[in-house]
DNA sequence: CTAACATTCCAATGTTTGTTAGAGTGTTTC
DNA sequence: GAAACACTCTAACAAACATTGGAATGTTAG
């Protein structure tokens, strides 16, 4: 038998936030959460986990309100609560990377292979999918794609590439992005590019590093 | 026996940062230090809490890298690792009082009492300290001070404010500042101020919400 | 109604964390 | 050198947490 005590000082209300953020199960479901509503059992399998434990961790967002769920039929759909959160782990992401050496390495170690695209302005990038001077592609799952994506990119998730190389327009280079810097389609995406002989790049940004950055997104 | 297992996801690295975040304890040190650099008596005194707690949970934060020690003769001085550090702090907290609804209660409460200055621009504010128009006492610790201050503002720390009442102009209203929303310094500024007969009012932006703002801080 | 399914709840496990007590380091002052 | 001081480390315990197995809930389809 539990007292609801609530010991409750201001900076308790806020940890709970904290600890919504304190376990790496709960961080990766938060990014794929940012990439657009899911399903618990999408979620378990995206993040291999299993369903129970995906549920309790969800649980625990929503308790602390950094998710909410929608029930349609059958299913029970989560989101984020807002785009704050979306940009909430955007800054616990970058602070980690700027004061944790490990992860920095870490991160190096990853796009070391595949051709990252010049950090070159967002805008120029835009410009040039704009003008049809390059092709950006979503490698993303399809629902993610639907549920918002850049401009000018089209759905070309990693599973279907293969089969639907002939869509793409021959001699043009193709830009790959997916959910992030944590993200590591993108970077097969680019091997398997070029490995056909297709000039490939990728960009790190996901749809929510390009959506905090105040530009726009499709729907 | 512990293995240094090291399970190293990216999302594991990030979850430091969470940690660090997830104990009300460390939120207050850190609010406390954003404040300016500080030996562990200082903020185990400030934060009511046992020096070997305090020390504790400083290894706990300098561990994520979000602290950073120096030693100068006897005493070890704390700061925040970056100022990036201190805006994750604000950001943690503006995303608890934005979706846990107790906390923006708790809040309203604890600043029902005294006269909060309508949240006219930063900008308007500084002018009219600029001007002379108005008063802004800075109420925290003579330290914290002189590690950096809102423009205009005079120190007149909390504990001091009776003895030096002269030192205000007569018939000039006074706006009293402290480390922010969570600090009731300026609260009872004001009280004893209205209780004196001098027209007093609190913002409640504290110096790391006045320079997240891109305002401009003296020392 | 029942069957199938998505999801959550409950209970039990081992692990991690917060806290305090007491001892130990390193630095200054005499 | 010794004493005083600021701080950290070790050990220990209770509380909180993550994870898994098994059962329960609520929904749709028949």
Same sequence: chains 1, 2.
Avoid at 138 to 158: N, T
Wanted: with cysteine.
């Amino acid at each position: 038998m539990k007292l609801n005590v609530t010991k409750s000082s201001l900076y308790e209300h806020v940890s709970r936030i904290g600890k919504a953020l304190s376990s790496p199960k709960r961080l990766e479901l938060i990014e794929l959460l940012a990439q657009g509503e899911k399903t618990v059992e999408t979620l378990a399998q995206q993040a291999r986990m299993d369903v129970r434990l995906a549920s309790a961790h969800l649980k625990a967002l929503r308790e602390a309100r950094l998710v909410e769920s929608r029930r349609e039929g059958k299913f029970i759909h989560y989101s984020l609560s807002g785009q704050d959160v979306a940009e909430l782990w955007l800054n616990v992401r970058d602070v980690a990377e700027a004061h944790l050496l490990e992860l920095r390495l870490a991160l190096e170690q990853m796009s070391a292979a595949p051709d990252v695209l010049s950090p070159e302005s967002r805008e120029s990038l835009l410009a040039k999918a704009r003008s049809g001077d390059i092709v950006v592609i979503d490698v993303r799952p399809e629902a993610e794609y639907e549920a918002g994506h850049l401009p000018f990119a089209r759905s070309m998730p990693l599973g279907e590439l293969e089969k639907r190389l002939a869509e793409l327009p021959v001699g043009k280079a193709v830009v790959a992005y997916c959910r992030g810097p944590f993200c590591v389609m993108s970077d097969e995406a680019v091997q398997l590019l070029k490995k056909r002989g297709i000039t490939a790049h990728k960009i790190t940004d996901g749809v929510t590093e390009w959506q905090a950055g105040g530009l726009p997104i499709e729907r």
